[in-house]
């Protein structure tokens, strides 16, 4: 089953008085993390809803296998209407979707991976009696949020299409602390301060030289859900001459097609992957879950207790 993830980040940050994706968290912005904490999940695809200084957003988290929606009409609009926009695009994509806005980046991985275990079509994490994020929901409840034209937010909009939300309990203050404020996001880096460390695994396939890594593996994907490599390009922020140049690279070593061209589809032409260029990704995708399960219990055994 395919789980994605859909994240707001269109808004202004008013109260908060700076750019809130981009606020750092230790070394890395407060959506790399979110990000980061998505795909150590096995999360894909995550689709990032963009406004506000959308350009400058997209750049700075371009390379990380994301796919990005706008909302131009963030001045006007809530976050809902931005889930929406992220609801709407992923609907068709998996089975299941989970839903963060951007202020809220320190939940675990572990939090991710036990609301992905649950079977009911709405899940949300509780830490203490207090309810948070991300929230996980059945793809089949999206066609009825996206009918509504709630003012109330996400919140009440969800109450009406869906009987009963799961509640889902862990120990994990980081579903609750959000950043709206300088004072919220002192908080957050306190919290994140006392948060431990945690594996995370990038694969890289080579012969005499670099092969097939994550960027690679980003394009394919993309151009899988789009039918058109022009479109992979728009929604991962990778440029078309480079895309062609990486896509052609990568045929010349492996010596066989990736992409098929077809007559038709957006702008006159259409791509999609060849049997083989499928074949690659799943194997690519299935090889680097298995290392990264591997390297999460190497990691449980060699560092418990020490942070």
């Known amino acids: 089953m395919r789980i994605g993830a859909v994240i707001t980040a269109a808004g202004m940050s008013s109260r908060m008085g700076d750019f809130k994706p981009l606020l750092k968290i230790g070394l890395i912005s407060m959506i790399q993390r979110i990000v980061a904490n998505f795909q150590q999940a096995r999360v894909f695809p995550i689709v990032i809803v963009t406004g506000f200084r959308g350009g400058e957003l997209e750049k700075h988290i371009s390379k990380s296998g994301v796919i ?20 709407s695009y992923i609907m068709d994509k998996c089975e299941r979707v989970f839903f963060t806005p951007v ?48 003012d109330q937010g996400l919140r009440r909009a969800l109450s009406l299409c869906c009987d009963e939300i799961q509640t889902v ?8 602390i959000d950043a709206d404020t300088p004072a919220d996001y002192r908080r957050l880096l306190e919290c994140h301060n006392r948060q431990m460390l945690r594996p995370f695994v990038e694969i890289l396939l080579m012969r ?32 078309y001459s480079a895309a062609w140049g990486l896509l052609d690279a990568l045929e010349d070593s492996l010596g066989f097609a990736l992409i098929d061209r077809q007559a038709g589809g957006e702008c006159g032409g259409g791509s999609c992957l060849t049997a083989a260029g499928r074949e690659l990704l799943k194997r690519y995708e299935l090889f680097t879950g298995k290392v990264q399960k591997f390297a999460d219990s190497c990691f449980a055994d060699c560092f418990q207790g020490v942070f």
């Open 68 to 87: 990005f929606v706008r909302n131009d009409n963030y001045e006007q609009t809530q976050m809902f209407d931005s889930a929406k926009i992220g609801f």
């Open 103 to 150: 202020d809220i980046p320190l939940f675990k991985v572990d939090t991710v991976k036990k609301l992905m275990r649950t079977n009911v079509p709405a899940a949300k994490p509780v830490c203490r009696g207090a309810e948070g994020h991300p929230i996980i929901l059945a793809c089949s409840l999206l066609p009825r949020l996206l009918a509504l034209d709630c």
């Open 169 to 176: 309990e862990v120990d994990d203050e980081g579903i609750l």
């Open 208 to 239: 005499e030289n670099k092969l097939f890594d994550k960027t690679g593996a980003m394009l394919l994907r993309a151009v899988a859900y789009t039918g058109s490599v022009k479109a992979a390009c728009q929604k991962t922020g990778i440029s």
